[in-house]
């Protein structure tokens, strides 16, 4: 059985805890009435993961180009390759879309991002209103994307392992 490199499992399963987390705390964040402490602190982790997030992913994509992944099992139907083929392509963009988005939101609302609190990212443009509904609107929407693809993707994965038993998942595993 072909099995993905340790660096692209490595890269997977932070990147899936990184987003399950940071998923967590945007939800948590938003949920706490006024501008607290705590909710200011949640907003600055949210932000930092959030970085973390676009960062590994872009070196993700940049290991997953560089090495092949391993091949479906034989027998696997050509639909069901295709379709994992565009969900993961899907995952990849939204993976790459919710942090930029999100940059996007908190830069229109003229709140500076600054990873660890030392290093400031430069925003793109002012304040904006306008701008601040539309990318708070689409940060959103791409989360509840990427929370469905990654639901379709854990649930396929687990179908793979234990209704059709070709060790998908195993490939994965470290």
Known sequence: MQTYSRTAILLHWLLALLIIVNFALGVTMVDIPGLTPTKLQYFAWHKWLGILVLALTAV????????????????????????????HRLLYILMFAVPLSGYLYTTAAGVPVVLFGVLPIPALFGPDAALKALFKTLHYALNMGLLAG?????????????????????RMLP
């Not at 990654?150 to 195993?170: M, P, S, T, Y």
């Open 60 to 87: 993700r994509f940049l290991w997953r180009l560089s090495h092949p992944t391993p091949r479906y099992p034989i027998g696997m139907p050509a639909w069901q390759e295709q379709l994992a083929g565009a969900l």
């Open 150 to 170: 990654v639901c379709v993707h854990i649930g396929a994965a687990l179908k793979h392992q234990f209704i059709e038993r070709d060790n998908i998942l195993r």
